[in-house]
């Protein structure tokens, strides 16, 4: 009997499982006996994938820890992981049992210690300065006085009620403020999209652009401030085309917005004296710059009178300047008379002289002569003439035999023939745009009718009239006397059941006002 049963070899008789039997029951465990846990170590490699999913390692002077931040846990990090940072993580143990591994799940990283924060800010200005973002060439001035002044804050803080009295001591301004969280984890982003909202507004839109910007906080802990040391914040400070001031903490609070804003200010309150100047200084200036140009044009205008009162008396008396010309006058008005009678004899003389050398017989032989030339030239002339003549009649002939004869009637078919054509041309361009005309015409009658009220009532709508008017509340239902329904197939008296409907109207009318009472 006991050679028909085996004995089974030793640890033979042990359950088996399967290799995801095993992986699950070490997930099981891992995360029911740790749960969330919190770690410190240093900060190993850092691995971001193309998805969106961080990976890393926390480790000390003996082990590794593997860590994983999935992409939606990324943006809640209050600090995102560096290589050589010291941290604590906190998350949850899991296993990965495809590649029989655990890691820890991690949703938060806090920097562990203060001096590693102020380690990691210095690494973190230093990487931004070398691409030039705290660069005093790239900085832009202040406006002097800004119409608008855009102001990045906590709207509940003592912060902006500080800046808003000290804007109305000094000169009254138009302010927009964009509210954002000063502190914790979404602050960055918040800045950030507020710095970058300013500058995509309009300039002259019905939400003005500001000509200034002010981010300011109060005084804090690092810890506190550390939102205004993002990297994300500085890049949007540095691409801001709108001066901005940065106010962040108290004077001897240094963020990395400061490097980057065109101009620090010590606190919120100093930030809105460098925003505007003092309106009484203004004033004041305004008055003695006025006094000065009137007192500088009264001297000009009485320094001018007194050099033409000095040049007048360096100049001759008028009847001293008239003796000399009235002088030559008599002179030459004396001997004017003598002058002509001398200047008619002379002449006389001339003309004496002139008319001895004139006798008709020489006047005779000239025109003889003149009349032989004229007569010889006439002749000359005749035969030139006859010989043009024929030559142009030569000329003429042979360019007729050229060109053949043309007749009336076949110049006049060609030209009834294009007008034939240009005829049919336009009667087609005509037809063509009275159908774009009427094609149009179709479609802004489609239109109409979409726009109509008529199609609202076609989705289960209907107006309301009462007494000739119509109905907006149910206080205006309950007084009128005659009530009227229309709906999309026709209109309904209340009271007046089985009444017959009126037909619809071919053209659509629209109610006054707001167009009518729909419901």
């Given amino acids: 009997m006991s050679d028909l049963i085996d004995d089974p070899l030793p640890g033979q008789n042990m359950p088996e499982y399967t290799v995801s039997e095993i992986s699950g029951e070490v997930k099981r465990t891992l995360e029911g006996n740790f749960g969330r846990v919190r770690v410190r170590g240093e900060v190993g490699r850092v691995f971001k994938a193309r998805s969106g999913h961080l990976y890393y390692d926390v480790k000390d002077d003996k082990n590794v820890l593997a860590c994983t931040t999935w992409k939606g846990q990324v943006a809640g990090l209050s600090v995102e992981p560096e290589e050589g940072l010291e941290v604590v993580v ?17 949703d938060e990283v806090a920097v562990a210690g203060q001096g590693a924060l102020m380690a990691l800010l210095e690494k973190r200005r230093k990487a931004l300065a070398a691409e030039g973002l705290f660069d005093e060439g790239r900085k832009r001035p202040i406006p002097y006085l800004p119409e608008i002044i855009g102001v990045v804050t906590s709207p509940s803080g003592a912060v902006i009620r500080d800046i ?17 969280a000063v502190q914790g984890q979404s602050s960055a982003a918040e800045v950030a999209r507020a710095i970058a909202g300013f500058n995509a507004l309009t300039p002259g839109g019905a939400l003005p652009r500001p000509d200034l910007i002010i981010v300011a906080r109060g005084g804090g802990s690092i810890e506190d401030l550390w939102g205004f040391n993002e990297e994300i914040v500085v890049r949007a400070a540095a691409a801001s085309d709108i001066p901005l001031i940065s106010a962040v903490g108290h004077e001897t609070d240094t963020t990395l917005i400061d490097f980057a804003s065109d101009k620090r200010a010590p606190t919120p309150t100093a930030a809105a004296e460098l925003a505007v100047p003092v309106r009484l200084d203004l004033l004041a200036w305004l008055d003695g710059q006025s006094a000065r140009l009137s007192h500088a044009l009264s001297s000009g205008v009485e320094r001018r009178g007194q050099r033409l009162r000095d040049l007048g008396r360096a100049l001759p008396r008028v009847d001293s300047l008239l003796d000399g010309p009235r002088q030559r006058l008599d002179v030459w008005g004396e001997r004017l008379p003598a002058a002509l009678i001398r200047s008619v004899q002379l002449r006389r003389v001339r003309l004496s002289d002139a008319a001895g050398a004139l006798r008709p017989a020489a006047l005779r032989g000239k025109l003889r002569d003149q009349g032989q030339r004229l007569t010889q030239t006439g002749e000359r002339l005749g035969h030139a003439l006859g010989a043009r003549t024929e030559r142009g009649r030569e000329r003429y002939d042979a360019m007729s035999a050229r060109f053949g004869r043309v007749e009336p009637h076949e110049a006049l078919q060609r030209r009834r023939e294009d007008l034939t054509r240009l005829s049919d041309r336009f009667g087609q361009v005509g037809a063509r745009q009275i159908k774009d005309w009427r094609d149009r015409l179709d479609a802004l ?28 509340s149910a206080a205006a239902a309950g007084r009128a006397q005659n009530l009227e329904i229309e709906f999309a197939d026709g209109v309904h008296k209340v009271g007046q059941p089985g009444a017959p409907a009126p037909k619809k109207s071919a053209k659509p009318q629209t109610p006054p006002g707001d167009q009518g009472s729909l419901f």
């Fill in 90 to 106: 906190t998350g949850r143990l899991t296993a990965f049992g495809a590649q029989s591994k655990y890691n820890l799940n991690v």
């Fill in 164 to 180: 808003l009295h000290r804007l109305r001591d000094r000169f009254p301004r138009k302010v927009l403020i964009w509210p954002v």
């Fill in 445 to 472: 009658d489609r239109l109409r009718e979409t726009l109509s009220y008529k199609a609202t009532l076609e989705r289960g709508y209907a107006v309301v009239r009462g007494d000739g008017d119509l109905i907006k």
